[in-house]
């Protein structure tokens, strides 16, 4: 469902199996962030050496090995896709706590978003409340993210919202990427993800999305 007023849909979904473990979604599991591929190698400047609407369709188009966005969509069947991959196997859950698993869907509820800005058609800046994890496979676990929780609790965790369509239809460019662009994007509903909390010393923004965000976590083998 999506809220008239706000413009943005109440949940998005993203399908992750992370193939070639660029993000370390697995060690990362219940570490409270989600990575980018930013962090694999990426260039924090590279956010600005290019106008953003350019930058969307390059990540859109899989021109940018190291984007800073991370994709969700509005479709959770599109997100099972994703989930899916290449594969023709059936997505089958399994337990929270098994750590022998193939793919995710993470669901993220925009509900308690803070829109600040949208002065840029369908681009959002908005922020949400640091939340404390609550899933943890073992004592020593919990305590660890006890412990990392202490600093961030109740912190206002900034970053911005693409609705990719909206966004590059504003440009209206008949370039051939752009075209393509807005092909995928109108299959995929896609939303992008760009968290904004700046890192001391570095040019650009965190490779790591705060999941506070995340609602819903489930893990898949595919049989």
Same mark, same amino acid.
């Given at each position: 469902?999506?809220?008239?007023?706000?413009?943005?849909?109440?949940?998005?979904? #993203?399908?992750?199996? !992370?193939? #070639?473990?660029?993000?370390?979604?697995?060690? !990362?599991?219940?570490?409270?962030?989600?990575?980018?591929?930013?962090?694999?190698?990426? #260039?924090?400047?590279?956010?600005?050496?290019?106008?953003? /609407? $350019?930058?969307? @369709?390059?990540?859109?188009?899989?021109?940018?090995?190291?984007?800073?966005?991370?994709?969700?969509?509005?479709?959770?069947?599109?997100? @099972?896709?994703?989930?899916?991959?290449?594969?023709?196997?059936?997505?089958?859950? %399994?337990?929270?706590? @098994?750590?022998?698993?193939?793919?995710?869907?993470? *669901?993220?509820?925009?509900?308690?978003?803070?829109?600040?800005? $949208?002065?840029?058609?369908? %681009?959002?800046?908005?922020?949400?409340?640091?939340?404390?994890?609550?899933?943890?496979?073992?004592?020593?676990?919990?305590?660890?993210?006890?412990?990392?929780?202490?600093?961030?609790?109740?912190?206002?965790?900034?970053?911005?919202?693409?609705? /990719?369509?909206?966004?590059?239809?504003?440009?209206?460019?008949?370039?051939?990427?752009? %075209?393509?662009?807005? #092909?995928?994007?109108?299959?995929?509903?896609?939303?992008?993800?760009?968290?904004?909390?700046?890192?001391?010393?570095?040019?650009?923004?965190?490779?790591?999305?705060? *999941? $506070?965000?995340? %609602?819903?976590?489930?893990?898949?083998?595919?049989?």
């Amino acid at each position: 469902m999506e809220s008239s007023d706000r413009k943005l849909p109440d949940l998005l979904f #993203r399908g992750d199996s !992370d193939p #070639r473990n660029e993000r370390s979604l697995r060690r !990362d599991w219940n570490s409270g962030w989600l990575q980018t591929n930013l962090g694999s190698g990426g #260039r924090g400047s590279e956010l600005f050496q290019a106008p953003l /609407v $350019s930058l969307i @369709e390059k990540h859109v188009n899989g021109d940018w090995p190291k984007t800073h966005f991370l994709s969700f969509t509005s479709s959770r069947v599109i997100a @099972e896709e994703f989930a899916r991959g290449l594969s023709d196997k059936a997505l089958a859950p %399994v337990s929270s706590s @098994e750590t022998n698993w193939t793919t995710a869907i993470l *669901t993220f509820d925009t509900q308690p978003l803070t829109i600040e800005t $949208s002065a840029t058609t369908g %681009v959002f800046h908005c922020r949400y409340t640091h939340r404390a994890k609550t899933e943890s496979s073992t004592l020593t676990e919990a305590l660890a993210c006890a412990h990392q929780d202490a600093p961030r609790r109740g912190k206002s965790v900034p970053m911005m919202l693409i609705d /990719v369509l909206s966004a590059l239809n504003a440009v209206g460019s008949d370039a051939r990427e752009f %075209v393509e662009a807005r #092909r995928k994007a109108t299959y995929d509903r896609e939303w992008l993800v760009l968290p904004l909390e700046r890192v001391e010393g570095v040019v650009g923004y965190s490779n790591l999305l705060d *999941t $506070s965000c995340i %609602v819903r976590r489930e893990k898949f083998q595919l049989v």
